[in-house]
Every structure is written in C-alpha cells, then in structure tokens.
C-alpha cells in the first residue's frame, strides 16, 4: 500500500493529521516534504462566519488543513460574475 499523508512534527513524534488505517507497530518508510507551519503564522483575521452551505465546506476543509482564512478569500460572491 502507497499512500500520502499530512503529518505534525511535534515533540520529536511524527503525528498523522488523519487517522491511519495500519495495525499498531507496522512498520513504514516515510519520505519527508517539509512544509512551513501555517498554523505558527499569525493571522490579522478575525474568525469568518460562514453564509452558506458552500462556505462551511470551505471553512472545514480549510481547518482540516490548518489554514486560516479571511472573509475576502472566502466570498463565493465573485465566482459567478
């Protein structure tokens, strides 16, 4: 099984952001893509409500993600003009 994962290095411990479906002690190969922690950048933003069914989903996929975003990143307004 090949997969690509999104992982949090933290306290010397490599933790999955998604559950895994592997039995405990499987032994894996990892192949290491360092990314910068968006989580450590601070935001100006205050928190975005969402105003629809179409924003919530981005809302939560972003914060699955780690991402913050701002209301103006988040507008669906100008995706139909």
Same mark, same amino acid.
């Given at each position: 099984?090949?997969?690509?994962?999104?992982?949090?290095?933290?306290?010397?411990?490599?933790?999955?952001?998604?559950? $895994?479906?592997?039995?405990?002690?499987?032994? #894996?190969? &990892? @192949?290491?893509? %360092?990314?910068?922690?968006?989580?450590?950048?601070?935001?100006?933003?205050?928190?975005?409500?969402?105003?629809?069914?179409?924003?919530?989903?981005? $809302?939560?996929?972003?914060?699955?993600?780690? #991402?913050? &975003? @701002?209301?103006? %990143?988040?507008?669906?307004?100008?995706?139909?003009?």
């Amino acid at each position: 099984m090949s997969d690509s994962i999104d992982a949090i290095y933290d306290g010397g411990v490599l933790k999955p952001l998604v559950p $895994l479906s592997l039995p405990d002690k499987s032994r #894996v190969k &990892l @192949t290491i893509d %360092a990314r910068p922690n968006l989580a450590a950048v601070p935001s100006a933003a205050s928190p975005v409500e969402p105003r629809d069914e179409w924003e919530q989903r981005v $809302l939560g996929v972003a914060k699955d993600c780690g #991402v913050s &975003l @701002t209301d103006s %990143a988040l507008s669906s307004d100008e995706l139909y003009e």
